[in-house]
């Protein structure tokens, strides 16, 4: 990085280079240890301060300078200390995106060309490596200071998911990270708490602690650690040439890989996906903590020919995000009621700046989410917002407890029309049934009118809020009823506003079959669900004529789904009489699908997937599940949620799960998304 030009980075105050070299050693040593003194990211400033003052001292740089050693000396004593067989490097750091394209730059000069990337979530945890020889796991090492780590085989019977044995009898090196789930370590404070012991701040701080024990004395149940794998030291015993390919076999073989890894055929698609990651691409229901994206050359042999500085490799680089908490008091838990009458709590907060944002409100989920934090209203609570959209509490501050406080109850009436409500079968919800509730059929409304829906364009919040009010809408089929006489006396709604709204109902008539069935809010049936309902009997009266048995015969709809449908159907027979019966032309839409799937049967014969079921495991780069599904079935394809000996093939993507696995056992033949799209006669 250019020192001279202004960034994130704030210079730290005057300090001698040799006086912040000492300094940041001690935070290593800290770290290291699961003590740390300052978050990552002031961590981060200090030491491109010192890398800006040392390229502007002129003088040469000392190999003891932390800004040319990686992690800090191992902390066991030397005969458990073993050499890495690859040194054990650390990763640059990057905090903007113009930083990324630098990188980007530097790397397509290098190569001379561009190449295929891979960005993976930057686990915080800690950094270790297995060792693995004629299938039984040898060896674990932590990174120590890159060149030797220290010896932690003994300590690996508190990482639960690292497999002891594994089908490959060479010699390989596996590198990942070893964390704690967030779940894990509240359940763990909690009987701490109960037994008079100390609670952990952090699961990353408590995980670098655990794995530096000299000796193994707690037991895997107390400290459930856990690995995902990340990079290869030594791959002599692998076939992979990339790392994709790598991530793959690792799979295949039983150990755990790390999540929502992406492969990108360009580094600037890459770093698109990188701007927007936080934006709507962040996978929200985490339960272990990272803190950014890690952008990797995908090609082995291009990583060799980029090399490496002593400290990081060349080929790869870390997009961070600042973690953001902050501690403030939970004043109120109240509930709102949704479109399947789920009733949700809501924590009142006191209001708290967190990355620039005011937040005053944080989702509690259910009331089994409010148990097992053992949230209660007063406490004192940890709220963060990482880079995310929703702000979450991580955490109940229990130990400032200074009074007794009353578990939260949760309603056992509708907070809205009174009704009593009921928990799911076997599940966690708790929902208001009545088919009346103001605030129920508010939600249901706003869904009905959502672009994924009906698409009604002017049917906004404000609008359905005094609609239901006045009583002017009472059920669907009311906003068909609707005329500008009707509208003229709410407020806001001028003549303009009246012909628009009026313009988008007419047009909702012509909706597809699938919108409108996604559009009623039956419970368990969503975009995908009303897909298959729609093409399977292709008009509503066919589907409501149907018999549960027969709903449930579709594959991927099953059972529990086809109860839900046919009880609806039965429940709400005169709801849907009257918007029928109003709408009128909705059904019209009904035709023209049908007509739509007559003319594709009759062109099937020229489509290249017909009469081929295929199977998807794992994340494929370039299509969402749904994208790909609509795809497969536009070429002639049927998709089957599992492997049996009517599997055409297997298209295989990232972090495949237990099908892979099933598909090599039949001998079923396995595609990647470029064999697939080769296949349809599209380019990647």
Known sequence: MDCGKPDIYVKCPAMTLESLRQQLREYDRLYRQGKPLISDTEYDRLFQELKCLEQQSGRPVPDASPTQQVGD??????????????????IENSYRIDELREFGNRVQKSLGSDSQWIVELKIDGVAVSLIYENGILLQGLTRGNGIEGDDITHNLDMVI??????????????????????????????????????????ARNLTAGTLSLKESNVHADFRKLRFFAHSVGSYKGLDAKTHWNFLQELAALGIPTTPYGRHFISFANAVEYCETFYNGNYPLNLDFEIDGLVLKVDGFAQRELLGATGHHPKWAIAYKVERYEAITTLREISVQVGKTGTITPIAELEPVEIAGTTVSRASLHNAEEIERKDVRIGDVVVVEKAGKIIPRIVRVEKHLRIKELKPFAFPTACPECGEPVTKDEGGVYIRCNNARCPALFKEKLRYFASRNAMDIEGLGEKLIEQ???????????????????????????????????LDGIEKSRTRELSQLLNALSIRHVGNRTATLLAKHFGSIDRLRQATETE??????????????????????????????????????????????EEKRVADDSELPLIGMTIVLTGTLPHF??????????????????????KTSFVLSGENPGSKLTKAQKLGIRIVTEPEFLAMIGQEQ
């Open 73 to 90: 000396v191992p902390i066991f004593p030397p005969e458990k200390r073993v050499k890495h067989s690859v040194p054990m490097l650390s």
């Open 161 to 202: 998911d690292v497999p002891r044995m594994i089908a490959n009898r060479s010699r390989i090196e596996v590198r990942g990270e070893v964390y704690m789930l967030n779940s894990d370590l509240e359940k763990l404070n909690e009987d701490q708490q109960k037994r008079g012991d100390k609670v952990y701040k952090n």
């Open 467 to 501: 609609l239901v009010d006045t009583g002017l809408v009472k059920t669907f089929g009311d906003l068909y009823r609707l005329d500008e006489d009707a509208l003229k006396g709410l407020e806001r709604m001028g003549e303009k506003s009246a012909r628009n709204l």
């Open 551 to 596: 709903i449930a015969e579709i594959d991927e709809v099953g059972p529990v789904i086809a109860k839900s449908v046919f009880e609806f159907l039965q429940r709400e027979h005169e709801m849907l009489d009257d918007l029928f019966g109003m709408a009128g032309q909705v059904l019209g839409a009904v035709d023209t699908m049908s007509k739509i």
């Open 624 to 645: 969402s599940r749904l994208e790909i599904e609509d795809v497969i079935e536009s070429h002639g394809g049927k998709v089957a949620s599992s492997v049996s000996s």
